[in-house]
């Protein structure tokens, strides 16, 4: 019996799925028609224009594009360099070593994770203070890996899981140390996952709105989604070409690591596969 | 490289994986540990390993305790039953990975991968990835990958059982002859007891975490210590039976029937009084015309496995000849006949 669907099946559900996107899709090409038109009528452009580019060259309430562009890419790389060096030993711990009370510390990340950061603010806010981090990158960037940790933790154990033992034990009886072990067997069979956890953490950072917006007060510290929000925040009127420009600069960071990303992700996966078929 | 086991137990929590195992592998000898899923063979093969750490007891290596010392530090290569090959590395990577980490310089380092690779006729697949191989492929990298650094003791861990049955019987003989061109002390863990028995060159039988018995795979065949090891290294007889005086000698009757099956001249293995008898088909022998009843015949081996119906008892007999009486007179070799004491079976055995 053929299982594929027939091709009026198919043709409906590409239908239907086109039909629940196209809302995304057009407020996707609204930005680009927006960006470079003089004037939009709905969706379509009247005249061509760059004054929009050129008006973002201007600072906004003390901070420019670049600036905050620069500075979120500070911010996502810092959080995502803080997340992998917290997160990574402590996956490999609760996969690999038999450590007391290992399924309780598990269980307990989980409600961790389950718990609203948000209830902490004002306490958040004080020890900042105290820490002197208080409107710095650091600061945030260490906010946000704290909130995180729990679900990196446990996606990244999952890769460690899925790479058998025996490989490890093999290297231990080849000549290796425990370290050498982890490092030429474990870490290479694990990097799809440090490479996903690592692209997750980057675009979470980048996304980031709260934590900026009220830990970094100073318009010398916005990144970029706070610089955004200025835009349509403090003109009297809204020019949406600018938001649209600064938006297409805004989305830009993050698809293009998942362009590039995408077939090494690709790839990743099938490897996966190979390990759990050895 | 001696191999010496004194007093070796293993728990894990209130599991006991091994308990008080003592024995000694010699120089170049070949020893398997044979037994069902469970007894704590690879667990002790772990623990030679250095992989898992014994809870009492020593392991010995050229009589040096070994006991916490990592496995970079033990000279032993192991195969793992999946061969755990490195997927990020290829054939050659794999095989030359144990000399890397010694530091051998890589010119010598190609050559001794060659060297291996050719002994085990893997030469052509250096440059391959481990997932495009076959098993018996990958069963001999992982051979390699062992081999190369010269260990002194080599430890397999089921090594052969993930192949296909034909591949098996050849690849057996093929390391047999491979560990005795080289000498290598070798711990052989199996549960095969066909496989064990044709490389050992002493058996080990485990169950629970105990010894059972321990010597050459001829002698644990045709004196068992107990029915289970018996049963373990193939087919066998086990029935209640009872040795008695008789003019010249004693003799052999099962319960419930008045043939004699065997006779001794001298002084018998066991009794005189009842005993759970023992005995190989191949030692059954079968003369047309008797009280036994022919209930099956399958072929076995070149030769016919014929089960009888003797009174209540069902008795299997190797018949090497082309005729299968459907009526017989049965008797046993007395060389091959094994007793136990009575009520000592692992499985329940047709009364009388």
Not at chain 2, 39 to 46: M, P, R, V, Y
Not at chain 2, 192 to 211: C, F, H
Request: proline share 8%; aromatic share 8%; charged share 20%.
């Amino acid at each position: 019996m053929d299982l594929r669907p027939t091709r009026g099946v198919r043709l409906a559900a590409a239908a239907a799925l086109l039909a629940l996107t196209a809302p995304i899709l057009l407020l996707y090409a609204w930005l680009p028609v927006a960006a470079f038109a003089r004037r939009t009528v709905g969706l379509r452009p009247e005249g061509f224009t760059l004054q929009h580019w050129q008006r973002l060259a201007d600072p906004v309430g003390g901070a420019t594009l670049l600036e905050s562009l620069a500075r979120s890419l500070v911010l996502s790389c810092l959080y995502c360099l803080l997340l992998l060096a917290a997160v990574l030993p402590a996956a490999y711990a609760l996969s690999r070593l038999p450590l007391p009370g290992r399924r309780g510390l598990l269980a307990l990340l989980l409600v961790l994770h389950a718990f609203p950061a948000l209830s902490l603010l004002v306490g958040v806010y004080q020890v900042l203070r105290w820490l002197g981090l208080y409107d710095s990158l650091l600061g945030v960037a260490l906010v946000k890996t704290a909130a995180e940790v729990p679900l990196g933790v446990w996606a990244l154990k999952g890769f460690f899981d899925r790479i058998p033992w025996e490989l490890e034990a093999a290297a231990l009886v080849d000549g290796g140390s425990r370290w050498l072990a982890f490092r030429k067997v474990c870490l290479p069979l694990a990097r799809p996952g440090l490479f996903a956890v690592a692209a997750f953490a980057f675009v979470s950072g980048w996304n980031e709105f709260l934590l900026p917006y009220l830990f970094l007060p100073s318009a010398s510290q916005w990144t970029l989604p706070v610089y955004v929000r200025s835009l349509i925040a403090d003109f009297r009127f809204v020019d949406y070409g600018v938001v649209a420009a600064a938006s297409i600069v805004y989305a830009a960071p993050p698809l293009a690591l998942f362009a590039l990303g995408q077939r090494y992700l690709l790839q990743v996966y099938s490897l996966g596969g190979r390990v759990q078929a050895q | 490289m001696r191999l010496e086991l004194r007093e070796l137990s293993k728990s894990y929590g209130k599991v006991t994986a091994l308990d008080r195992v003592t024995l000694t592998v010699e120089v170049g000898e070949l020893v398997c540990l044979l037994g069902p899923s469970g007894s704590g063979k690879t667990t002790a093969l772990l623990i030679v390993a250095g992989l898992e750490e014994p809870t009492a007891g020593e392991v010995l290596l050229d009589g040096v305790r070994v006991n916490g010392l990592p496995p970079r530090h033990r000279s032993v290569g192991l195969v793992f039953q999946n061969y755990a090959l490195y997927p990020n590395m290829s054939v050659g990577e794999n095989i030359a990975f144990p000399l890397r980490l010694k530091g051998v310089g890589r010119g010598d380092r190609e050559r001794r991968v060659l060297e291996v690779a050719r002994m085990l006729g893997i030469d052509h697949l250096l440059d391959r990835q481990p997932w495009q191989l076959s098993g018996g492929q990958q069963q001999r990298v992982a051979l390699a990958r062992a081999l190369v650094k010269q260990p002194r003791l080599l430890l397999l861990d089921e090594p052969l059982s993930n192949l296909d049955p034909l591949l098996r019987r050849s690849a057996r003989e093929e390391v047999r002859l491979l560990q005795r061109r080289l000498g290598l002390t070798t711990v052989w863990v199996t549960h095969d007891q066909d496989e064990a028995m044709t490389v050992a060159d002493r058996l080990a039988v485990l169950r629970d975490g105990r010894l059972l018995q321990y010597g050459p795979p001829l002698e644990v065949y045709r004196r068992p210590v107990d029915p289970f090891v018996a049963e373990l290294l193939g087919e066998v007889n086990l029935l209640p039976g009872c040795v008695l005086p008789a003019a010249g000698g004693w003799l052999l009757r099962l319960e419930g029937c008045r043939e004699t099956l065997a006779r001794w001249e001298g002084p018998p293995p066991a009794g005189p009084g009842p005993c759970l008898v023992g005995v190989r088909p191949e030692d059954v022998r079968v003369a047309p015309g008797g009280e036994a009843e022919l209930v099956d015949v399958r072929p076995s081996r070149g030769a016919q496995m014929a089960t009888y119906r003797l009174g209540q008892q069902l008795l299997k007999a190797l018949v090497v000849g082309r005729e299968v009486p459907p009526r017989a007179s049965l008797s046993f070799d007395p060389e091959g006949v094994m007793t136990f004491p009575p009520g000592n079976a692992t499985r329940p055995v047709e009364r009388c």
